[in-house]
């Protein structure tokens, strides 16, 4: 079981930048893919990016790539999301979300990849 606990929403105006965490605890091995999905009010849950147990590999949506930056210290059992270039459509709740063994088949992007969701940060991004 890995326990997600996110931090450092709040409200910005547009081009301003902010930085989300996320701290993992209970499988704190850290030998799982870790990401931030987020969802807008009256949308979906949609994925906004992921990274590798080592952090060598990034994915990131199209929406964000360029503007976002995901990254993770191991030894403090620690996840990141750098947000530049805010716009109001970033507005949504941000989770923080670590793969699960068993569902390593799925695709990056898929959230069936991720049984493991933190409670989510509000970002709010004025225009």
């Known amino acids: 079981q890995v326990q997600l606990v996110e931090s450092g929403g709040g409200l910005v105006q547009a081009g301003d930048s902010l930085r989300v965490a996320c701290i993992a605890s209970?499988?704190?091995?850290?030998?799982?893919?870790m990401g931030w999905f987020r969802q807008a009010p009256g949308k979906e849950r949609e994925f906004v990016a992921a990274?590798?147990?080592?952090?060598?590999?990034?994915y990131y949506a199209d929406s964000v790539k360029g503007r976002f930056t995901i990254s993770r210290d191991n030894a403090k059992n620690a996840l990141y999301l750098q947000m530049d270039s805010l716009k109001p459509e970033d507005t949504a709740v941000y989770y923080c979300?670590?793969?699960?063994?068993?569902?390593?088949?799925?695709?990056?992007?898929?959230?069936?990849?991720?049984?493991?969701w933190g409670q989510g940060t509000q970002v709010t991004v004025s225009s």
């Open positions: 979300v670590a793969e699960g063994i068993m569902s390593r088949t799925y695709r990056i992007s898929d959230r069936r990849r991720y049984p493991y």
């Open positions: 990274i590798s147990v080592r952090g060598g590999s990034e």
């Open positions: 209970g499988r704190t091995d850290s030998s799982y893919w």
